[in-house]
């Protein structure tokens, strides 16, 4: 049979029997949010680049994390700005650095209602803005960086973070990250690593939120935008380490990724959908070119139906809240 017995479209005629026949969903308990707190600030900062997003005090970011939990997001994951960077990234491991400090107050304030996640990498602390410890020749060495992962990573946990996420691409890190965590007592905290992250033109906004000091790139150790059989070989590495999770990063321009990423492993996938994919459609939506609200959800929905079970999104509280609507 065919057309005109065959009518696909008698499944579209409403509101109710699409939602009833939608093939994806995304849930709000999949979104995660990334969130930026800055030491020093006594008030929230506004990020130029990333409408909407702020670089939080550490009081402003207890209240931010209360409302994500109470808006349904399924997560959140901390990113320190410090006041002072050193060449080995040291504040990464103090103990009372910023994004320490930062997931202690935020365990302390929502305790088990989110899962509070924490970017374990050196880019943020160093003052050449690399993800690692740099070798006398301006590269960056990738056993001396593993050293310092691992150091922070027990940190990390001992403030009671539930999963970190190693993104600085280092090869070995989630083996070395996994047995320091287990060395150290914490054999509960999970692993949610960053297995494909693309060295990307879609980062500069973030790069701004958290005052990035890089000069250069990273192509060095993040992939090069052209290979996708270099992620499916990341990802059984990063499994066969111990990773409990994997992420792709950036997500839109990498949905065959996602897919080919979700089809190899077993454990969950996300994908972060990153500052210069939200700024894109802001600046869209602000000079009227889009619909912001059905732009946000038609991306998310994409990045759900290629795979990713998990998204790390600013969008997270607002897109919960209208899915919440919707649904």
Not at 120 to 145: I, K, P, Q, R
Not at 184 to 206: N, R
Request: hydrophobic content about 45%; charged content about 20%; aromatic content about 6%.
């Amino acid at each position: 049979m065919s057309y005109p017995e065959i009518r696909p479209r008698r499944l579209r005629r409403s509101p109710a029997l699409r939602r009833l026949v939608a093939e994806n969903r995304v849930d709000p308990a999949e979104l995660v949010l990334p969130m930026f707190v800055k030491e020093g600030l006594t008030e929230p900062r506004s990020v130029p680049s990333l409408p909407g997003v702020l670089q939080h005090s550490r009081e402003s970011l207890r209240k931010a994390a209360v409302a994500a939990v109470r808006a349904g997001v399924g997560g959140i994951m901390l990113f320190g700005v410090p006041a002072d960077r050193d060449e080995l990234g040291s504040g990464g491991a103090n103990p009372n650095g910023i994004l320490n400090a930062a997931i202690r107050d935020v365990v302390s304030e929502v305790g088990d209602a989110t899962v509070v996640m924490s970017d374990l990498c050196l880019d943020e602390f160093t003052s050449h803005g690399h993800c690692g410890v740099l070798a006398s020749d301006g590269s960056v060495a990738n056993d001396a960086t593993l050293a310092a992962y691992a150091e922070m990573a027990v940190a990390q946990a001992a403030a009671g973070v539930h999963v970190v996420g190693p993104s600085g691409m280092m090869d070995g890190q989630v083996g070395v990250v996994r047995r320091a965590l287990d060395a150290a007592g914490h054999q509960d905290v999970s692993i949610l690593a960053y297995t494909a992250k693309y060295a990307s033109a879609f980062f500069g906004p973030f790069r701004d939120a958290v005052e990035s000091t890089l000069d250069g790139d990273r192509r060095t150790y993040q992939q090069d935008p052209a290979n996708l059989r270099e992620s499916l070989r990341e990802v059984a590495l990063d499994v066969a380490e111990g990773a409990d999770m994997v992420m792709v990063k950036p997500a839109l321009p990498y949905l065959d990724v996602v897919a080919a990423v979700r089809s190899a492993v077993d454990v969950p996938v996300a994908a972060y959908q990153v500052s210069g994919e939200y700024a894109m459609v802001e600046a869209a939506a602000a000079n009227g070119w889009i619909d912001r609200e059905q732009a946000m959800l038609e991306t998310l929905t994409s990045i759900r139906r290629a795979g990713a079970q998990i998204i790390l999104t600013y969008w997270a509280v607002e897109a919960a809240q209208l899915l919440r609507q919707r649904y």
